[in-house]
């Protein structure tokens, strides 16, 4: 059986959540209103210059100075990346930011031109995606996708 709660704004909140009760979304799961990737490099000047020169993110905001630096980007659609703090360990090879572009091909050799070692070459995917690797200065893997024109994602299908 549901059981229900009130919110601090009053509002009462089933457990089974707002689409059983006939609404949008999940009122008792998290609200999320935002989000970011958040990435914490081994040396921040590198990094920032990495994504914002060498990858050519635009800037949402920032703030700080030196090592207390931090830079929201833009990853388009809405994404966001954040570069801040440090770490003195090295990303997990079980993570990778997936960044889509509108030719591969072109990204390929504008990144091989600025000297960004190239991990895993353009190529078509077995599920139909134009994918490459390069990795960022502390070896964080940027998967890069291009969506062919008959691929069925341009279509809505999946």
């Known amino acids: ?5 009130r919110r601090s704004d009053g509002r009462r909140v089933s457990s089974l959540g707002a689409r059983a009760c006939g609404g949008s979304y999940a009122l008792a799961g998290v ?3 935002s989000s970011r990737v958040l990435v914490r490099p081994t040396d921040i000047g590198r990094s920032l210059r990495f994504y914002e020169q060498t990858i050519g993110l635009a800037i949402y905001r920032e703030w700080g100075t030196g ?16 570069i801040s703090g440090t770490s003195l360990e090295p990303p ?3 993570i990778g930011l997936v960044l889509q572009v509108r030719d591969v091909s072109a990204t390929h050799q504008r990144l091989s031109e600025q000297g960004i070692e ?3 070459e353009p190529e078509r995917k ?9 990795r960022d200065p502390d070896g964080l893997a940027l998967i890069i996708v291009e969506v062919p024109p008959e ?3 341009r279509r809505g299908e999946t």
Do not use: C, K
């Not at 090592?67 to 954040?82: I, K, M, S, T």
């Not at 077995?126 to 390069?134: A, F, R």
């Open 92 to 94: 997990s090879p079980a």
């Open 118 to 120: 190239v991990d895993a």
């Open 67 to 82: 090592p207390a630096r931090g830079v929201v980007f833009f990853l388009g659609g809405g994404g966001l990346l954040e």
């Open 31 to 33: 609200e999320i209103l």
């Open 1 to 5: 059986m549901a059981s229900s709660s």
């Open 151 to 153: 691929h069925p994602r």
């Open 126 to 134: 077995p599920w139909g995606l134009i994918e490459m690797t390069v």
